[in-house]
């Protein structure tokens, strides 16, 4: 099979301060993985050890983002994909599900698309369902494992204390419950290798966008203004 896992760099949460005084949060440490997006990541890595294929990593994000790419890659993605163009700054959700939308119909011939259910930034919950929405597929919500029998693929959901099995054929696209397996942990030789692969960088023309369609002047909110609550 072959699936696109997309993953977003997020500030450390647990390495974030708060200045009251200034009214704003301080990062204190790099930029890591968003832990739901690596779950994302390591639920189709599984189905490709089981089934064979190509998992191509995908994030949108400035300069800094490849990290999280790099990671991905000495995780075992075959494949990575930075979308990275000043246009696309201070995109919402909209605005950006219309950047990897386009991204993944230029990649064509996916057979999943992998996602976090949420995100420590924003935590909107809002992409996965747009996104499919946009890419005219069907939509899992939940998921936590995935397996292949036949020509069809189970999916294993889980919402609250109840589990489901619901059986689809691709494409179709998954959000993945923070109740999935947890990344795993990639060896020396792997992170090296990682570092010696070329990673694809596509910006608004490569996607045939139109800065007008894509970042602030693409979105359909705006944040004025962010604050410490008392």
């Not at 500030?11 to 930029?31: D, F, H, L, Q, Y």
């Not at 890591?32 to 189905?47: C, F, I, R, Y």
């Not at 005219?136 to 919402?159: D, F, K, T």
């Amino acid at each position: 099979m072959k699936t696109i896992a997309l993953i977003k760099q997020v500030p450390n949460v647990e390495a974030m301060k708060v200045s009251r005084s200034r009214g704003e949060v301080i990062e204190t440490e790099k930029r890591v993985m968003n832990p739901v997006d690596g779950k994302a990541l390591e639920l189709v890595l599984v189905l490709k050890e089981a089934t064979g294929g190509e998992v191509i990593a995908l994030t949108l994000g400035e300069e800094g983002a490849k990290d999280v790419l790099r990671e991905a890659l000495a995780l075992g993605a075959d494949r990575a994909i930075h979308l990275c163009d000043p246009a696309f700054a201070g995109g919402d959700a909209a605005a950006n599900v219309r950047v990897l939308s386009a991204a993944i119909k230029k990649i064509g011939g996916y057979d999943l698309v992998s996602v976090g259910s949420f995100s420590t930034v924003g935590g909107t919950g809002q992409t996965g369902s747009r996104l499919a929405e946009a890419l005219e597929i069907p939509l899992i919500s939940y998921v936590r494992g995935l397996r292949v029998e036949g020509e069809g693929v189970w999916a294993v959901c889980q919402s609250n204390d109840e589990s489901r099995e619901i059986k689809i054929e691709a494409p179709f696209l998954v959000t993945v419950s923070d109740r999935a397996d947890s990344p795993r942990i990639p060896s020396a030789l792997r992170i090296m290798q990682a570092f010696r692969k070329d990673i694809t960088v596509w910006g608004v023309a490569d996607l045939s966008l139109s800065p007008g369609e894509v970042g602030r002047e693409g979105s359909m909110t705006e944040v004025r203004m962010t604050f410490v609550p008392e």
